[in-house]
């Protein structure tokens, strides 16, 4: 059986109680050298997920487990010890790197916090890295973070979270700031790692990325999960008005962006579906919380997803 | 029509951000200018407007309506902004005075710019607000207390306010998420047919412009290096970049 690297079962997170809960009832698994993508626009809960998973953030309720073993009972030492076998890239590039380091220094970092001594086979590999990402030698020592741009800093962090070889990566956007070429390389160099037998969490807005990336994808909005299922089926056959809304809302080369949403005030202590305030369709049911439904291997919080064909 | 030709910018510390590019806008039209980081777009907008930093050296001719611009005295060229051709800056919807109303930003910019009474200032407010899908509700609210959506819709508005001819917009939808992307480059679409407008816009994503502009101009390096209508360029791109970025995005799409 393949080694279980992740998972979450029902996790409800609560920042205070006079809102609506930042995730509700959510579960996913990942297994070894799998690959998972989280969608949704901001709000939708995904970087509380990544945080709840590295034991940043505790649940209000529910279970979270890093490679088999629990993160609730684990003190801080033992949290310390797990997070060593995986990488996070926060999302934002500014806060997430330190400013007075050389890119070269960021890079090994986690290598001289990790490893007793730092052997020049190390130091060899993040300068591969650092090269293999496009930035140039001439500034590795030379200049400080704090005068890179964002688009630079990301890939700074790529390198410097790939540099102790991780079991899993959890990456936040870790390609907003990409021109379209850079973004191919930041892509083939993590595909390349997850060939080698890493696994990946990895965040992001945009369907089209997380098809390029990840096998399987879970859709959020407002904390819950809408839909589920193989990255390729989400593109091509949305089931979830939510997950229709963001593929036809998606630039693609040539094709008009089309608006499926129609944005609705909700009444004061509305209880059901998440996206009712934007979904087209909406009808009384959706007054109650719609179950996730299994179909195979796709799952959909709608009552209509699974039956709905287009007119 | 806004014809810009053999436009060049050099910024004080020597840096030579614009050369010789040149480009022409028809009313009712969306021309988008692509290019990755660093290729000039910002640059060439702003050097359009005579809004670069104080040393810069600008070069060549930016007509709008057959007006010289370049060549007018700053106090023409302040009257010409705004009422001839506005600007959406990127990251405009942080560009609102935290502590006023929208209504109060609203009447700043009008009382500078045209000769209403508070009156017909406001309705003509709530008209604009309207007209990129806000109530008029939203007159008295703070920054705040709007979405990132609403406060770039807000920001459109403003714009509008000085019923320009041509409207320049740098990444007028970066930091928002896809739908209301969408939401906001269809109501931007349909602003440019409804008024008759000519409306530049900045941006590094290929896809986006040619889902929705109706003309492409490649930059690369500070240089103009390719324009064609949208559904042209992405099936037969000509210059070696634009090539490279067609490439990169179908890519993706596969």
Redesign the interface.
């Known amino acids: 059986m393949t080694k279980e690297v992740a998972a979450v079962e029902n996790l409800t997170l609560i920042f205070d109680k006079s809102y609506a809960p930042a995730l509700a009832d959510v579960s996913f698994y990942l297994k070894e050298r799998e690959s998972l993508s989280l969608v949704g626009e901001s709000g939708s809960g995904k970087t509380s997920l990544l945080r709840l998973l590295l034991g940043l953030l505790r649940p209000s309720s529910g279970k979270a487990r890093l490679f088999g073993q629990p993160l609730d009972g684990m003190d801080e030492k033992e949290l310390r010890s797990i997070r060593r076998k995986c990488s996070y890239i926060p999302q934002d590039p500014f806060g997430g790197l330190p400013p007075t380091l050389n890119p070269l220094q960021a890079v090994i970092e986690p290598l001289i916090i990790t490893r007793s001594n730092l052997k020049d086979v190390e130091t060899e590999k993040a300068k591969k890295l650092l090269s293999s990402l496009g930035i140039e030698e001439a500034l590795w020592e030379r200049k400080l973070i704090q005068g890179f741009s964002g688009g630079q800093r990301q890939r700074i962090m790529l390198a410097r979270a790939l540099v102790t070889d991780p079991e899993l990566l959890l990456a936040d956007e870790p390609t907003s700031m990409q021109d379209a070429s850079t973004r191919m390389d930041l892509i083939n160099l993590l595909k390349a790692y997850l060939k080698k037998g890493m696994s990946l969490i990895f965040v992001t807005h945009d369907l089209l990325l997380a098809k390029a990336m990840t096998q399987r994808g879970i859709v959020l909005y407002r904390g819950r999960v809408c839909e589920t299922g193989p990255t390729d089926l989400l593109l091509r056959d949305p089931l979830h008005p939510y997950t229709k809304a963001l593929v036809s809302a998606l630039p693609k080369l040539g094709k008009p962006v089309e608006v499926k949403v129609k944005r609705k005030t909700l009444p004061t202590g509305f209880k059901g579906c998440s996206y009712f305030a934007l979904c087209p369709y909406g009808f009384d049911r959706c007054k109650d919380l719609p179950p996730l439904k299994q179909l195979g291997e796709r799952s959909v919080a709608c009552f209509i997803g699974d039956t709905f064909q287009e007119t | 029509m806004m014809e810009v030709s053999s436009l060049s910018a050099t910024y004080p510390n020597g840096f030579n951000a614009v050369k010789r590019a040149d480009l022409n806008l028809a009313s009712g039209k969306m021309l988008a200018l692509v290019g990755?980081?660093g290729s000039g777009k910002s640059t060439l907008i702003y050097a359009c407007l005579g809004l670069l930093p104080k040393g810069s050296k600008v070069s060549g001719k930016v007509l709008f309506d057959q007006i010289d611009f370049l060549a007018l005295p700053q106090e023409s060229q302040r009257r010409i902004r705004w009422k001839k051709v506005s600007l959406i800056l990127q990251g405009t919807m942080n560009s609102f005075t935290p502590v006023l109303t929208i209504k109060r930003q609203f009447l700043e910019t009008m009382e500078e710019h045209l000769k209403l009474t508070q009156r017909e200032a406001e309705a003509k407010a709530a008209g604009l607000l309207e007209e990129v899908g806000l109530d008029d509700g939203f007159l008295s609210r703070y920054p705040h207390e709007m979405s990132?959506g609403q406060k770039q819709r807000c920001a459109i508005a403003m714009a509008l306010c000085c019923d320009p001819d041509y409207l320049l917009a740098d990444e007028p939808t970066t930091a928002l998420?896809?739908?209301?992307?969408?939401?906001i480059?269809?109501l931007l679409k349909s602003i440019v047919r409804r008024r008759n407008m000519g409306m530049l816009m900045v941006t590094?994503?290929?896809?986006?412009a040619?889902?929705?502009a109706d003309e492409i101009c490649v930059m690369y390096q500070g240089c103009t290096i390719e324009t064609e209508r949208?559904?042209v360029i992405?099936?037969s791109p000509k210059q070696p970049h634009t090539i490279?970025?067609?490439k990169?995005?179908?890519?993706?799409?596969e």
């Open positions: 990755e980081s990132g998420d896809v739908i209301t992307q969408a939401e480059m269809n590094h994503d290929l896809a986006l040619s889902s929705t949208s559904d992405i099936r490279a970025l067609v990169s995005l179908s890519m993706m799409e």
